[in-house]
Nanobody, 121 residues
Framework: QVQLVESGGGSVQAGGSLRLSCVASSRTFNMLAMGWFRQAPGKERDFLAGITYSGETIEYADSVKGRFTISRDNRKNTVTLQMNDLTPEDTAVYYC??????????????WGQGTQVTVSP
């Protein structure tokens, strides 16, 4: 079982930045791919970024490529999402996820509880 706890959400003005963190309670963290998703009101949960267990492979959704950066620290069981140049369209609940491989569908095995990000104009 893997438990994921996100932090770092909040409110920011357009053009600002936020850094989300996710801590995993798993001894096998360094064997898991980690990812970030988001869900806006009335919309499906969308893939944003994923990173393999080694960090060698990273994937981004086109909507965040160049603005968001995913990284991980296997010594601290932590994955982060640095979000820059935020727009109101980035307002959503952001979820951390863990899986054996990166997939863009929301079929990952483990999920955090989500953290709200609100971007004002």
């Amino acid at each position: 079982q893997v438990q994921l706890v996100e932090s770092g959400g909040g409110s920011v003005q357009a053009g600002g930045s936020l850094r989300l963190s996710c801590v995993a309670s798993s001894r096998t963290f360094n064997m898991l791919a980690m990812g970030w998703f988001r869900q806006a009101p009335g919309k499906e949960r969308d893939f944003l970024a994923g990173i393999t267990y080694s960090g060698e492979t990273i994937e981004y959704a086109d909507s965040v490529k160049g603005r968001f950066t995913i990284s991980r620290d296997n010594r601290k069981n932590t994955v982060t999402l640095q979000m820059n140049d935020l727009t109101p369209e980035d307002t959503a609940v952001y979820y951390c996820a863990a899986n054996t491989v990166i997939v863009t569908a929301d079929l990952w095995d483990y999920w955090g509880q989500g953290t709200q990000v609100t971007v004002s104009p």
